[in-house]
């Protein structure tokens, strides 16, 4: 009888530049993680996602973000 190998697993704090490259490289460097990111906002991405909502989101937490209507 063999043993089944088991996956490790590991958490992603973070769906912002960072998060998604270590995101990326776990994914491409071999089968023996299995992995879930956490992102407090709705979409990946971070500060650098571009967003007209200021204030506070539908469910009361704060909108971050570093990009702006006209920003070059």
């Not at 992603?12 to 270590?22: E, Q």
């Not at 089968?31 to 979409?43: G, H, L, Q, S």
């Amino acid at each position: 009888m063999t043993m089944a190998s088991q996956k490790t697993r590991v958490a992603v704090i973070g769906a912002g530049p960072a998060g998604l490259c270590t995101l990326k490289h776990l994914a491409q460097s071999s089968n023996d993680y299995e992995i879930v990111a956490f992102e407090r906002n709705f979409w990946p991405g971070g500060l650098w996602v571009y967003t007209d909502m200021t204030g506070k989101d539908e469910y009361g937490v704060p909108v971050h973000s570093a990009m702006y209507k006209k920003l070059k």
